[in-house]
């Protein structure tokens, strides 16, 4: 079992930054990789949206081709937690963002993804 908290969320204005932090405690040598997903108001849970993967061992982080350029994760290894810096934030960024864990490779969607957080709601106001 792996268990992931996410924290950092709150309510910006439109252009502003919040950095996100998901800690990983329990099984975490489980981990293939990480992820951020987001979920914004009104869609349902299985429609969450991928936002961005690290794998724990190494190599180039993958983002959502519309977010690239303005979010960034990174991981520090020995406390286990995994973060999402956020800048220039949109209306449209505004969503409940969850922290997410896979085992082993494969596609970026929830499904792949074993273990979740119980997510930090992230509002963006214009």
């Known amino acids: 079992q792996v268990r992931l908290v996410e924290s950092g969320g709150g309510l910006v204005q439109a252009g502003g930054s919040l950095r996100l932090s998901c800690a990983a405690s329990?099984?975490?040598?489980?981990?293939?990789?990480m992820a951020w997903f987001r979920q914004p108001p009104a869609q349902e849970v299985q429609e969450r949206e991928f936002v961005s993967q690290i794998t724990w061992g190494g190599g180039a982080p993958i983002y959502a081709a519309s977010l690239k350029g303005r979010f960034t994760i990174s991981r520090d290894m020995a406390s286990n937690t995994m973060y999402l810096q956020m800048n220039n934030l949109k209306p449209e960024d505004t969503a409940i963002y969850y922290c997410a864990s896979k085992p082993s490779p494969g596609r970026l969607t929830p499904d792949q993804y074993e273990f979740w957080g119980q997510g930090t709601q992230v509002t963006v106001s214009s």
């Open positions: 329990g099984r975490t040598f489980q981990r293939y990789a």
